[in-house]
């Protein structure tokens, strides 16, 4: 399975980073896969603080914690993707710090909910309905 997903991949890649050398010269090619490194390594050195962040955001209950791994995971996969030499990784990199991005800025617009503004016992409470028949047919007796 991961050979089928990897060999087009990996064709995609060298198609489009050959196309874009071509393009912009060799120059720029290696002052693009440079610059790209460098920004995925700052990236990733920089994690354990968009970490922890994270956490902080997780305790406030402003990040469920499903988002949390969500925007952590698609954190280190973009900066590993932008260490990676090549267009499409960087294209994909920079899609998933986007993605980062995006969960943290919709964390950050949700409002704060404390342990006072959620009312105990209202998540367990059952709404039930009981008919009981045995008593219907003993009054008609």
Same mark, same amino acid.
């Given at each position: @399975?991961?050979? &089928?997903?990897?060999?087009?991949?990996?064709?995609?890649?060298?198609? #489009?980073?050959?196309?874009?050398?071509?393009?912009?010269?060799?120059?720029?090619?290696?002052?693009?896969?440079?610059?790209? @490194?460098?920004?995925?390594?700052?990236?990733?050195?920089?994690?354990?603080?968009?970490? @922890?962040?994270?956490?902080?955001?997780?305790?406030?209950?402003?990040?469920? @914690?499903?988002?949390?791994?969500?925007?952590? %995971?698609?954190?280190? =996969?973009?900066?590993?993707?932008? &260490? =990676?030499?090549?267009?499409? %990784?960087?294209?994909?990199? #920079? #899609?998933?710090?986007?993605?980062?991005?995006?969960?943290?800025? =919709?964390?950050?617009?949700?409002?704060?909910? %404390?342990?006072?503004?959620?009312?105990?016992?209202?998540?367990?409470? =059952?709404?039930?309905?009981? &008919? +009981?028949?045995? %008593? +219907?047919?003993?009054?008609? +007796?």
């Amino acid at each position: @399975m991961f050979i &089928i997903i990897a060999i087009p991949f990996l064709l995609l890649e060298l198609y #489009l980073s050959l196309e874009v050398g071509e393009n912009i010269g060799f120059l720029w090619s290696a002052i693009w896969i440079v610059v790209s @490194m460098l920004i995925g390594v700052r990236v990733l050195q920089s994690s354990p603080l968009s970490l @922890m962040g994270n956490l902080n955001s997780v305790s406030r209950g402003k990040l469920s @914690m499903q988002s949390f791994q969500n925007a952590s %995971t698609a954190y280190l =996969i973009g900066a590993i993707f932008l &260490i =990676i030499p090549g267009v499409l %990784t960087d294209f994909l990199g #920079l #899609l998933s710090l986007g993605y980062t991005v995006y969960l943290q800025f =919709i964390a950050k617009i949700t409002p704060e909910q %404390t342990k006072f503004d959620r009312k105990k016992g209202d998540d367990n409470v =059952i709404d039930v309905e009981i &008919i +009981d028949e045995h %008593t +219907d047919r003993n009054s008609r +007796d």
